[in-house]
């Protein structure tokens, strides 16, 4: 569902479909991976400093 400011959240519709990257969402990151993107986060870091698996809905490293 969308709002005003982009998509609303609820307990029941929480989230954005897997592989539609729409990066226009203000905050895809925690739609896309909820509570798990800080973890992801830190082993993206480790395992792939250089940003060589890319992909529109991939982990962002924080260069």
Same mark, same amino acid.
Request: hydrophobic letters at 25%; charged letters at 20%; proline letters at 8%.
């Given at each position: 569902?969308?709002?005003?400011?982009?998509?609303?959240?609820d307990?029941?519709?929480?989230?954005?479909?897997?592989?539609?990257?729409?990066?226009? /969402?203000?905050?895809?990151?925690t =739609? #896309?991976?909820?509570?798990?993107?800080?973890? !992801?986060?830190?082993?993206?870091?480790q /395992?792939?400093?250089?940003?060589? =698996? #890319?992909?529109?809905?991939?982990?962002?490293? !924080?260069?």
């Amino acid at each position: 569902m969308y709002g005003l400011n982009g998509p609303e959240s609820d307990s029941v519709m929480d989230g954005c479909y897997v592989n539609y990257p729409d990066l226009d /969402l203000p905050n895809r990151q925690t =739609l #896309y991976y909820k509570d798990n993107y800080p973890r !992801l986060l830190r082993i993206k870091t480790q /395992l792939d400093p250089h940003n060589s =698996l #890319y992909h529109a809905q991939s982990i962002e490293l !924080l260069s």
